[in-house]
């Protein structure tokens, strides 16, 4: 089995400028009682999203013309509580293959890295940089390059290096994945239980 | 030889294999499983072709989206009697041990792998769960994972995982009276933040922890998640070894010795270098309340709502956002806000202790006329413990009702919902928006904090009651 590769990206970005967003937010309890990975995308940022009838609150970005991309850009500490996949999946299944935030939380970092979904921790100054230039033209485009490590803002030229564990990026950029990697240890394992 | 932590000792001791410049492969010694994060992990093996690999290590009960009352009917709502179900039907095709519903050890995950001597000293304890960290009470390395490592635990019995940063948090000192482990785990995430462990595991000690029960040191380090570390531990001693001896999975006889004499090996080494440490005075903490929509945002009860000032940028719209949705205002007292709901239970406050506490309050008086109050017992234990102790008629002569076990209003997967803008004093671990249903406005609190509110019918301090 593997993960689909990533390798670069050049996207407009969706700014969501809130600190703290916990996957409550990103995807509430009460759907969360599916038993397969499908239809998670529709109920991403849930109450945020849609009003209490039902119809779409036209003030949330997402359900704003004039933003799309396959960037999300959040503000700090992203992904908080609980330790739901369902959270990663919703974002993935929206379309976004990049998250960019100053701060994620743990768990919600690695489970989107067993996602394929690439997070970026960028300093606070090139955050706040990116919600002024997407402000101020939301068309703008960004690049994300995991070879070298790079987010650039392609409006004004600045980029930054972001860090990523050597052993996540070799999965990313090649789609491998890590249960056939841990099934092939299973002799080393074997003898540790033994031990 | 270099000083360990006890995090590393126990770390250290379960690496199978090291990835060059990558994560460690580690040994995952229990595993516990519910019917939310497990079913999709089940799939991917499936797809697989494979089965589970250490069932025997692998316990599941189904809580998070059970009903509190009539438990012995099918459940009603028709998506969560399907992933009920589906646990159900997975875990007879992988022999692994369910306690389902109908079972006498059934619970909340974190209620029942302590309380029947599943949870031990110096294991490594995984759940799809991020409240796995109570475990960490007993001196083991206990963290939540999502669905992609619960299938790696199928697969494999073990994770990859980058070793996180130590660190150490002290509280020293006496407890002022009414002050609980809630109260302490309330004000450490004040102090430091729902995100300034983030990357860290904890250890918790100080004369104010060791003087804990094993039950006020599960609901410190079920709390150790929500200022962002992986988890929480203390090392285990006399309390812990009392508090195991004789449960079901509880090792017996010879065994018990041998593994006593381990059990008592495991502390951090006394000149061990921690990443980051803390020290609190247990004296400064006071029973304490939330007032807005992340576990940090915390105060003693009678403290007034800051007014954000020194806040600037999008710290400031965040900590707004946060005071409209509670309907509060920056300078108010928390003390006399009406409350509508009372809930007590999880996995944070659901052990016989906090009932007895519950109890012990209320006992004689009468809930206020407009608080719809829940009692819910963490598990079948709990209750048939609340019901021989006498506890139930305590609850009903005060206008209480003992419901079944779950997870309930935590985190309102099932029918305990909070309704929109009401407001609940709840001894759950997270106050985010909506956790305990749309437009829920809740208040975390011990269960001293929550009786005090069930009887006032609003915050109120329990001293002065
Ligand atoms: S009681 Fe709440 S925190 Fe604990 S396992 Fe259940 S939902 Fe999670």
Same mark, same amino acid.
């Given at each position: ?56 609150? $036209? ?103 972001? $860090? ?28 540790? $239980?033994?031990? | ?140 390395? !206990? ?11 199928? !697969? ?78 203390? !090392?285990?001693?006399?309390?812990? #070894? ?115 506490? #519950? ?40 206008? #209480? ?10 985190? !309102? ?53």
């Amino acid at each position: 089995m593997s993960i689909e590769k990533f390798k670069k990206l050049v996207s407009r970005v969706v700014p969501l400028p809130i600190e703290n967003v916990d996957t409550d937010q990103i995807i509430p309890a009460r759907f969360l009682k599916a038993v397969e990975r499908k239809g998670f995308g529709d109920n991403l940022f849930r109450d945020w999203r849609y009003k209490k009838d039902g119809k779409p609150n $036209e003030d949330f970005v997402l359900n704003n013309p004039l933003y799309s991309g396959e960037i999300l850009v959040a503000g700090k500490n992203f992904g908080s509580g609980s330790s739901r996949e369902h959270a990663a999946w919703a974002v993935y299944d929206a379309g976004f293959r990049v998250v960019v935030s100053s701060f994620f939380a743990d768990i919600f970092k690695s489970n989107v890295l067993n996602n394929g979904l690439l997070p970026v921790q960028v300093p606070d100054n090139f955050l706040s940089e990116i919600f002024s230039t997407v402000e101020s033209d939301p068309t703008s485009l960004f690049e994300v390059d995991l070879e070298s490590q790079t987010v650039r803002n392609l409006k004004t030229g600045s980029s930054v290096q972001f $860090e990523i564990n050597s052993y996540k990026k070799e999965c990313l950029l090649n789609g491998y994945d890590d249960i056939d990697f841990l099934i092939s240890l299973k002799d080393k394992i074997v003898s540790f $239980e033994q031990a | 030889m270099e000083a360990k932590t006890l995090f590393d000792k126990i770390w250290d001791g379960h690496v199978v294999s090291q990835v060059k410049d990558g994560p460690d492969v580690l040994y995952i010694d229990r595993h516990f499983i519910h019917e939310v994060t497990s079913p999709v992990a089940f799939l991917g093996l499936e797809k697989r072709g494979m089965k589970v690999f250490r069932p025997q290590n692998t316990i599941a009960t189904p809580d998070h989206n059970v009903p509190t009352i009539n438990q012995h009917l099918p459940i009603k709502e028709e998506l969560s009697r399907f992933q009920v179900e589906t646990l159900r039907l997975n875990c007879a095709k992988n022999d692994i041990q369910l306690y389902s519903l109908d079972h006498q050890y059934h619970g909340i995950v974190h209620i029942i792998g302590p309380e029947l001597g599943i949870t031990q000293p110096g294991m490594t304890i995984v759940c799809g769960d991020s409240h796995t960290s109570t475990h960490g009470a007993f001196g083991s390395i !206990a963290f939540g994972i999502g669905t992609s490592e619960v299938e790696m635990v199928f !697969a494999s019995q073990c994770i990859l995982q980058p070793k996180p940063k130590k660190m150490r948090i002290n509280v020293e000192g006496k407890l002022l009276d009414s002050v609980t482990a809630k109260d302490i785990a309330l004000y450490v995430i004040a102090q430091i933040s729902s995100s300034g462990g983030t990357g860290h595991f904890i250890e918790f000690s100080g004369s104010a922890i060791r003087s804990l029960t094993m039950e006020g040191r599960m609901t410190l380090c079920n709390m150790s998640i929500e200022c962002g570390a992986r988890g929480g531990m203390i !090392a285990p001693d006399e309390v812990t #070894f009392d508090y195991i001896k004789g449960r079901e999975y509880a090792p017996k006889g010879e065994e018990w010795e041998t593994k006593l004499a381990q059990w008592q090996q495991l502390k951090s080494d006394e000149n061990a270098v921690f990443d980051v440490e803390f020290t609190f005075d247990a004296a400064d903490i006071e029973p304490m309340i939330t007032y807005g929509t992340n576990p940090g945002m915390g105060m003693g009860v009678n403290g007034t709502i800051p007014t954000g000032e020194n806040l600037v940028g999008s710290d400031r719209i965040t900590f707004g956002k946060a005071l409209d949705y509670m309907g509060f205002k920056p300078g108010e007292k928390i003390k006399g806000k009406k409350v509508d709901y009372v809930f007590i239970g999880s996995c944070t406050n659901g052990r016989i202790e906090d009932f007895r506490l #519950f109890a012990n309050f209320v006992k004689g008086k009468k809930k206020a006329d407009h608080v719809t109050a829940w009692i819910v017992p963490g598990s079948k234990k709990v209750e048939k413990q609340i019901r021989e102790e006498g506890l139930v008629e305590i609850f009903e002569a005060a206008g #209480f009702a003992l419901r079944q076990p779950g997870c309930s209003a935590c985190l !309102a997967m099932n029918d305990d919902k909070i309704p929109e803008g009401k407001y609940s004093v709840s001894t759950s671990n997270r106050n985010f928006e909506g956790r305990q249903g749309p437009g829920a406005r809740t208040m975390l609190a011990s269960p001293l904090m929550a009786a005090a509110a069930a009887i006032a019918g609003v915050v109120a301090d329990p001293r002065e009651i």
